[in-house]
C-alpha cells in the first residue's frame, strides 16, 4: 500500500519525515563510503604539494594561471616503471591461474562429492570439512613450503588459494540443483562420469562458474600476505605486496622523476581498484547468487 | 527394513558390495585425485609439524642440519604464558574482536531494516550496490587509502605539513586541531581508525543475510498489524525485529567463532608504535616465527591460538544446532 507524502497533514507527516531522513541517511553514507574512494582519484591526478580538501582532479598552474586537468604524470610512471607494471603483470597471471585451477579443484570435488553411493565419498567430505575448523598454523604450513622447495616460488601462493573448501562446498549445493535424472538418462545412454560432469554438469552450471569463478578472481587479486610468507624475489611480487611497499618505503616512490610521492600512492591504489571496478557493475548479480546461496546453505 | 504392508518384500535387491561399488566408482577416484593431493599437502601435512610446539626449533639450527629439539617439553607453553607480549596479543585479539563484532552486528542491523524501507526500486538498488563496493577492496588497499586520506603531513615533526591528508584537513578548517594528528601511530586512535575501516569495508555485505531473512517475511503479518492498528515503528518492533532474530543470533556465533582470526586487516595497518594497543596473535607469531625465525615458541603460540579457535568453534556449532537444528560445519 503506498503511502502520500506529505510533510504537513498529521496521517502521512511522521512517515513523510522518516522518508526523508532516511534518504538523508542514505546519501550521508553513500558519501562516507564513496569519499575516500573519489579523494585517492583525484589526489592521483594531481601532482603537487599541497592537497587538502581538493575534491576535483584539477590544479592552476601559478605562472600562467591555466587550469591543468587530469595530470597523468603518476599513471605514466606506473607503465613505464618495469618496478611498478612487472607485478601488474604477475597480479593478472596469479589471478588467472588461481581462478581456473580453483575452479577446476572446486568443480571436481564437489561432482565427486555428489556420488552419495561411492565408497569412502563421506570420509572425504569430513577431510574437506576438518580443514575449516583447524589447521596446521602459521609456521607448519611455512615449514612445509620450505621442504618442498616451494619458498619463492608463485606455486606456494596459487596452489593454496585454489583448495578453498567453502567454495567447494557452495559449487556442492549449485550442483545439487541439477535434476538427477539427467545423470540416470546419461549413464543409460552409456555416457562415462567425465562425460556426464563435461557435457551435463559444467553447461548447466554456468552461472555458479560464473559467480564462484569470481570469488577465487577477487581473493587472488586481493592477496597480499602469501606473498609476504612465502615470495623473496622482487620479480614475483604481485601488485597489492608493491602497493604495500610504496607505503613503506618512502624514498624508492620518490626517487627520480618529480613526482610527489603521495600522487604516486594515490595512483596505485587507483591502478589496483580499476580492473575490478571495470566488472563489478556488471557481475553485482553474480556476486549475489553466491551470497544468498550461502546464506541458505542446507 | 521389512514393511509388512509392502507387498515387494519376497524382492531381494542385492546391494553391490564395497568392492563393486569401488569399481564402479573407479573414474570419480581419479576426479577427486588433484583435490586429495592439494588437500594433503597444504592442509594435513602442515598438520604434524604441530609436533614443533614441543620444541625448541630456530632457523640457525636448520643451516647446521639439527632437526628440532624436543627435550622442552612443554616448555614453550610455560614461556607463553609468562610473556607480556603474549598476553597483551591476546588481550588485544579478544578486545579488538569482540568490539567489532558487536559494532558489525548494530550497524549491519539498522542498516538492513532502513535499507528495507527504502520504497524506490532504483534508489535501493544504487545504495546496495554502492555499500557493498568497499568489500571487494583488498585490506592492502582499504588501509592505504586510509593511511592516505588520514595522513599528518610528510614529516613527524608536524613541520612540514604539505601532505597533510583529507581528515586532517578537515579538522583543520572546522577549527577543531591546531595541528595535524598522525592517528596511525597514536595508540588511542589506532584502534578507532581499525574499527572505523571495518566498519566502512564490511557494513554493507554485512546486510545481505539480514535482508534476506527480511524479504522472507510474510506481508500478511503486517497486513494484520495494520489493522489492528499498530503503526509504523509498533511493527518494526514487534515482528521484523523477532523474525530476523534468529539470523541475528546465527550471524553473531558463526562471528564468534571466527573471534581469534583477526589477521589481515590488522598486518596491513599496524606499525611498531602501537603494537601495545594492536598486536594480535597472529600478528605475533608472524614476528617471532618468520621474522625471528622461533619456530618452536611461534608454533607453540599458534597451536594455542588454533586450539582454542576450535573450542570456539565446537561451541557454536551446538548452540547453533539448538537454535536451527543444524551445526555450522
Known amino acids: 500500500m503506498k503511502k502520500k507524502f506529505n510533510l504537513i497533514n498529521p496521517q502521512y507527516a511522521p512517515r513523510s519525515w522518516f522518508v526523508v531522513f532516511n534518504t538523508l541517511f542514505f546519501i550521508f553514507l553513500m558519501l562516507a563510503m564513496i569519499v575516500p574512494i573519489v579523494k ?93 575448523i583447524f589447521n596446521g598454523g602459521l609456521i607448519p604450513t611455512f615449514l612445509v613450503m620450505k621442504n618442498l622447495g616451494l619458498l619463492d616460488s608463485l606455486w606456494a601462493v596459487m596452489l593454496p588459494m585454489s583448495m578453498n573448501v567453502y567454495n567447494l562446498v557452495l559449487m556442492r549445493s549449485f550442483f545439487e540443483g541439477i535434476p538427477y535424472s539427467l545423470f540416470e538418462a546419461a549413464e543409460i545412454d552409456g555416457c562415462t562420469p567425465m562425460g556426464i560432469f563435461i557435457k551435463i554438469v559444467l553447461p548447466l552450471s554456468k552461472a555458479a562458474l560464473a559467480s564462484i569463478g569470481l570469488f577465487f578472481a577477487v581473493a587472488a587479486w586481493s592477496e597480499y600476505f602469501h606473498y609476504v610468507m612465502y615470495i623473496k624475489s622482487a620479480n614475483k611480487y604481485n601488485f597489492q605486496y608493491k602497493l604495500r611497499d610504496l607505503f613503506q618505503d618512502k624514498q624508492e616512490a620518490s626517487e627520480g622523476v618529480d613526482i610527489n610521492v603521495n600522487t604516486l600512492k594515490s595512483a596505485a591504489v587507483v591502478v589496483s581498484i580499476v580492473p575490478f571496478m571495470f566488472i563489478y557493475p556488471f557481475c553485482q548479480k553474480y556476486f549475489m547468487t553466491g551470497v544468498t546461496m550461502g546464506a541458505v546453505k542446507e | 527394513m521389512a514393511n ?95 568490539i567489532n563484532l558487536i559494532l558489525a552486528m548494530v550497524c549491519s542491523v539498522v542498516i538492513a531494516l532502513l535499507i528495507n524501507e527504502i520504497q524506490n526500486a532504483w534508489g535501493k538498488k544504487i545504495v546496495q550496490t554502492v555499500l557493498y563496493l568497499p568489500h571487494f577492496l583488498s585490506w592492502v588497499v582499504a588501509a592505504s587509502i586510509f593511511m592516505l586520506i588520514l595522513s599528518a603531513g610528510t614529516d613527524a615533526t608536524g613541520a612540514d605539513t604539505s601532505n597533510t591528508g583529507f581528515i586532517n584537513a578537515i579538522l583543520l578548517q572546522v577549527g577543531i586541531l591546531k595541528t595535524p594528528i598522525d592517528f596511525l ?31 522472507s517475511i510474510s506481508p500478511d503479518l503486517y497486513e494484520a498489524a495494520e489493522i489492528d492498528g499498530a503503526g509504523r515503528l509498533k511493527q518494526t518492533w514487534y515482528i521484523t525485529v523477532p523474525s530476523i532474530m534468529n539470523t541475528i543470533l546465527v550471524v553473531f556465533i558463526l562471528n564468534l567463532a571466527k573471534v581469534m582470526n583477526v589477521f589481515e586487516s590488522v598486518f596491513v595497518l599496524y606499525n611498531s608504535l602501537v603494537y601495545d594497543v594492536s598486536d594480535v596473535i597472529q600478528t605475533y607469531t608472524y614476528r617471532v616465527g618468520i621474522v625471528g625465525n622461533d619456530y618452536g615458541y611461534s608454533t607453540a603460540i599458534g597451536l594455542f591460538k588454533s586450539v582454542i579457535s576450535l573450542i570456539l568453534v565446537s561451541a557454536s556449532d551446538v548452540i547453533s544446532k539448538k537454535i536451527r537444528g543444524y551445526g555450522i560445519v
Open chain 1, 40 to 132: 585517492i582519484f583525484c589526489d592521483s591526478m594531481v601532482n603537487e604539494t599541497v592537497y587538502g580538501l581538493k575534491l576535483l582532479p584539477m590544479t592552476v598552474d601559478k605562472e600562467t594561471g591555466k587550469q591543468i586537468w587530469f595530470n597523468t604524470i603518476a599513471y605514466k610512471r606506473i607503465i613505464t616503471d618495469p618496478a611498478l607494471y612487472w607485478p601488474f603483470v604477475i597480479s593478472v597471471y596469479t589471478t588467472l591461474m588461481t581462478t581456473f585451477l580453483g575452479l577446476l579443484i572446486s568443480t571436481l570435488g564437489a561432482y565427486v562429492l555428489l556420488q552419495k553411493d561411492m565408497p569412502g565419498v563421506k570420509i572425504f567430505s569430513y577431510m574437506l570439512l576438518f580443514t575449516m
Open chain 2, 4 to 98: 509388512n504392508n509392502d507387498n515387494f518384500d519376497h524382492v531381494i535387491v542385492k546391494k553391490p558390495s564395497v568392492g563393486e561399488r569401488m569399481f564402479k566408482y573407479r573414474w570419480f577416484y581419479l576426479m577427486f585425485l588433484p583435490v586429495a593431493v592439494v588437500l594433503i599437502i597444504f592442509y594435513y601435512w602442515p598438520m604434524l609439524g604441530i609436533r614443533y610446539a614441543f620444541s625448541t626449533f630456530k632457523l640457525k639450527q636448520i643451516t647446521l642440519r639439527t632437526g628440532p629439539d624436543y627435550s622442552t617439553g612443554l616448555g614453550n607453553f610455560a614461556r607463553l604464558m609468562d610473556s607480556d607480549p603474549f598476553h597483551a596479543a591476546f588481550k588485544n585479539t579478544l578486545v579488538l574482536s569482540i
Open chain 2, 185 to 215: 601511530t597514536s595508540s588511542k586512535a589506532w584502534p578507532v581508525v581499525w574499527y572505523i575501516m571495518n566498519r566502512w569495508k564490511e557494513t554493507g555485505w554485512g546486510t545481505i543475510i539480514y535482508l534476506a531473512a527480511l524479504s
